[in-house]
């Protein structure tokens, strides 16, 4: 398998600035900026002061903050996170004269959550984000997706071209489908060692894992997937016998990290408690199935206006052994403004780096109102 190909396979599976940012067109390394525009913590009773709405869409019901007024926005997270995971983001949007939507994608938080893994393929959740353009009574929306919410925004956009003004990925690049499905892939790059999105696909075994000790276990993935990890976090992650669970080796910091205090951990903990990690991990299982669902993957570009945004110690980067998949995010997007990449920060950029990222969307989204 060829490095094309092997990009593309990653890509089809998600994970998952002193600045230029994305409207610059431009690659920019930077240093994020304290400049006040994160948003406050949820207080101990878990209000985070954010309205939450319930919207119907394509056969379910999802829970969503929604903020503001203007073109609009829709936000989509990844694993293992929540609509919270934009708390940075919503209100800095929406002071920008955009209508913000963040929801808890189907599977997580307060959504709806099939039992199925048919129900979490890439053509079923890229139709709630199109009925939930509908919902707030638009043709078209921009779209932010983060880890498995940027598969999510950038195969809307690709199967949905006339819902989707533009376009950003933080985390995971765009890549058309590659010659063999995702698991098919993950086998041959990782012969003799564990590899999280092969595990997953057992169901109720990482399940049983992951929900003995919620907070252990989003605290230490967390920790590993961020720029604050220790060698040794990262290493654990991976670096263990293929018959490993997750958490295996993995520890715990010896302190929370500065972008994460005991509320907003206490949010994502409460949260996970309740509605379990089944729906959030058959997104993982359902990959295969986009493989042969969607063929025409294999061909077609991302034509919106588009950007890329990630912290330059993110995992993803390397998840192909000796391939750097931020060298070139626009490969398959014919109208790239360009890629931050933040110095020094992690997987979860739009938390770790609330103030880089803000500059960055606003920065593009201003580019394509232009």
């Known amino acids: 398998m060829n490095r094309r190909e092997a990009l593309k396979n990653v890509g089809a599976a998600g994970i998952a600035a002193g600045l230029i940012g994305c409207g610059g067109g431009g690659d920019e390394v930077a240093t994020p900026a304290a400049d006040g525009t994160a948003e406050e913590p949820p207080t101990a009773g878990g209000d985070t002061g954010f309205a939450l709405e319930m919207i119907e869409t394509n056969g379910i019901t ?3 903050a929604v903020e503001g007024s203007g073109p609009l926005v829709i936000l989509v997270h990844g694993w293992p996170e929540l609509w919270y995971s934009w708390r940075h983001q919503i209100r800095a949007l929406a002071n920008a004269g955009y209508k913000v939507v963040a929801p808890d994608v189907r599977g997580y938080g307060g959504s709806d959550k ?3 893994v048919d129900d979490y393929t890439m053509t079923k959740i890229t139709a709630d984000i199109v009925g939930l353009i509908d919902a707030m009574g638009e043709e078209q929306a921009s779209l932010v997706g983060h880890d498995w919410g940027a598969p999510i ?3 809307t956009a690709v199967l949905h071209k006339e819902r989707v003004r533009a376009v950003a990925g933080l985390s995971v690049p765009y890549f058309q489908r590659g010659e063999v499905p995702p698991t098919v892939m993950y ?3 990782y012969p003799d060692t564990f590899f999280y999105q092969l595990y997953f696909q057992q169901e109720g075994v990482p399940e049983a894992e992951l929900e003995a000790d919620v907070r252990r276990t989003l605290l230490s993935v967390y920790y590993a997937g961020s720029g604050d990890a220790s060698p040794e ?3 654990a992650f991976g670096n263990k016998p293929p018959d490993s669970g997750l958490l295996d080796g993995m520890p715990l910091p010896e302190t929370l990290p500065d972008w994460l205090s005991e509320a907003d951990l206490g949010y ?3 949260a996970y408690e309740a509605g379990g990690f089944r729906g959030p991990l058959n997104r993982y299982r359902a990959q295969d199935r986009d493989w042969e669902q969607l063929p025409e993957l294999s061909e077609l570009t991302v034509d ?3 950007c890329f945004i990630a912290g330059s110690k993110d995992g993803v980067r390397y998840m192909v052994p000796g391939v750097d998949l931020f060298a070139n995010p626009g490969a398959f997007c014919t109208d790239f403004r360009g890629a931050t990449i933040v110095d020094g920060e992690g997987h979860w950029i739009q938390q770790e780096a609330p103030e880089a990222v803000n500059r960055a969307l606003l920065e593009f989204f201003e580019s394509v109102r232009a």
Request: charged residues 15%; aromatic residues 10%; without cysteine.
């Open 62 to 64: 999802l829970r969503a």
């Open 114 to 116: 099939p039992h199925a």
């Open 233 to 235: 976090a990262v290493a």
């Open 304 to 306: 919106q206006p588009s």
């Open 268 to 270: 994502f903990v409460d």
């Open 153 to 155: 925004v950038w195969n």
């Open 187 to 189: 086998k041959a790059l």
